[in-house]
């Protein structure tokens, strides 16, 4: 476990799919991630590359090939490098080095970095394509928050207050056995009430978003999620259909990527929401998490 800190964050990373498995506010001693228990979910923060929820019968099509591919993909089970680490940064690398041919054709290097400034920590993707081709592929941020954060709060004391991009048309999704449904534009989104009956149907999803807070009604408390010019977030918990109850923890989700559309050719480089990475280029995004 790899551990940074400054004067108000310590958080620590698993080298495990350079996954995020705390955050703990120095100021109000509290942590503010999942803890990771396998009865509801036994992951915290994981990445998910090369592909983000679900493909149509777990399989794709590129160059005349047909591959299979769980969901969410590999990268959140493979084993990073320190890369660098310094007061309040680490970066973690990962090189394919052939490992994944069989399911994935593409060569290429992964670095996540870590970076704290006061109350909030930036994560920040670079994906290398190490191929003489074009490179196709999703990644998003799957970040579990606990609920309620602070003791004696339910999960009903929180919202999540929304902030689309400016000037673009919000469009909201549904996934049915797994694979995207558009429902249509969205025009009043601005606060979403956390309830068990939000995830009946899996995630929500919709597109154009740069900011989410999820704030309680009762405290001062709550954590921001920044992503601008993210195309898509999923906001997720996992729903106990036996007990009609949602998971003690919510995910706030910025995507490069989405799960296939119900109506998908199976082909990669047609897929919705895919990236193109030219030949030996980097892709690099990031967003911050803010812990208040």
């Known amino acids: 476990m790899t551990t940074i800190e400054n004067d108000w964050l310590k958080v620590h990373i698993a080298k495990e799919g350079a996954e995020i498995r705390s955050v703990t506010h120095k100021k109000n001693a509290m942590d503010y991630m999942w803890s990771g228990d396998s009865e509801y979910w036994g992951r915290v923060a994981p990445v998910l590359f090369p592909i983000v929820g679900r493909l149509k019968d777990d399989q794709y099509k590129l160059n005349g090939q047909t591959y299979s591919l769980t969901q969410h993909g590999f990268l959140r089970d493979v084993t990073f490098e320190v890369n660098e680490q310094k007061e309040g940064y680490a970066s973690f690398l990962f090189e394919s080095d052939g490992q994944f041919k069989n399911i994935y054709p593409y060569e290429f290097t992964a670095i996540i970095h870590y970076t704290l400034n006061e109350n909030s920590l930036s994560v920040k993707w670079e994906i290398i394509n190490k191929n003489d081709e074009d490179m196709y592929f999703s990644i998003g ?23 689309p991009q400016e000037n673009e048309k919000v469009m909201q999704y549904e996934l049915k056995n797994a694979l995207v449904h558009e429902k249509g534009a969205i025009t009043d989104l601005s606060t979403i009430q956390l309830d068990d009956s939000l995830f009946v149907n899996d995630a929500v999803i919709y597109s154009h978003i740069r900011r989410i807070d999820l704030q309680s009604k009762k405290s001062e408390h709550g954590v921001e999620v920044s992503f601008d010019h993210f195309p898509f977030v999923g906001i997720w918990s996992k729903y106990d ?10 995910c706030i989700e910025p995507w490069y990527g989405i799960a296939d559309m119900h109506n998908t050719t199976g082909d990669l480089k047609e897929k919705f929401g895919i990236n193109r990475l030219a030949a030996n280029e980097t892709f690099q995004r990031d967003y911050t998490m803010t812990f208040k």
């Open 141 to 163: 941020a799957h970040p579990a928050f606990k609920l309620p954060l602070v003791e004696g709060e339910e999960v009903s004391d929180y919202m999540l207050h929304i902030t």
């Open 241 to 250: 259909d036996k007990n009609h109850t949602m998971a003690p923890f919510v």
